[in-house]
């Protein structure tokens, strides 16, 4: 067995750069994600306050008891609610700790560091990339909800006008 760690292991620099790039990427992605939430929470706040005022400054006799719009509202509310949880309790970029590396890394051979740096990032990776999929799939959600409310204000504001 060969003790030169470079023959061992021959691609270690190239994944340990990668691995340690992939914490940028992660975070990014994790961002995007999370400014999607934030558009779609803008646009539906948007659309569901918008479309009442405007029909209330064309139309004196403003029906806001409707059931169409109590329906509206309702879907506002599941679009709110299933997006201040995606964006605050689904979870977060995982990332070493300082002090996991002060407290178990310190003491590594620089191939041993290496390795393991790349199998945290591995591990990290996988962990923040399961947060992201449940954040796209709470936006996907959103949408549809926000689709369905848009086709009852309007049907409201037809009846309406």
């Known amino acids: 067995m060969t003790s030169d760690p470079s023959e061992t292991y021959p691609g270690l620099e190239l994944a340990y750069d990668r691995a340690m790039a992939s914490y940028q990427d992660i975070a990014q992605r994790h961002d995007a ?3 999607r939430i934030d558009g779609l929470l803008t646009l539906t706040s948007t659309v569901t306050l918008a479309a009442p005022l405007i029909v ?3 139309d004196a006799d403003t029906d806001f008891r409707s059931p169409l719009l109590i329906v509206a509202a309702s879907l506002f509310v599941v679009v709110l609610v299933t997006g201040v949880v995606a964006r605050g309790f ?3 970029v ?3 700790a300082p002090t996991d590396l002060y407290r178990g890394w310190l003491d590594l051979s620089p ?3 290496k390795l393991s740096g790349v199998y945290w990032a591995g591990q990290h990776f996988d962990e923040t990339a399961s947060v992201i999929w449940r954040k796209s799939w709470a ?3 959103m949408t549809t909800v926000f689709v369905a409310e ?4 309007l ?3 037809g009846i309406e006008l």
């Open 33 to 35: 994600a999370n400014h």
């Open 150 to 153: 848009s086709l009852v204000l």
């Open 94 to 96: 995982t990332l070493m």
């Open 56 to 58: 209330a400054a064309t």
């Open 90 to 92: 689904v979870g977060g």
């Open 111 to 113: 191939t041993d560091f």
């Open 139 to 141: 936006a996907h959600i």
């Open 155 to 157: 049907a409201w504001v």
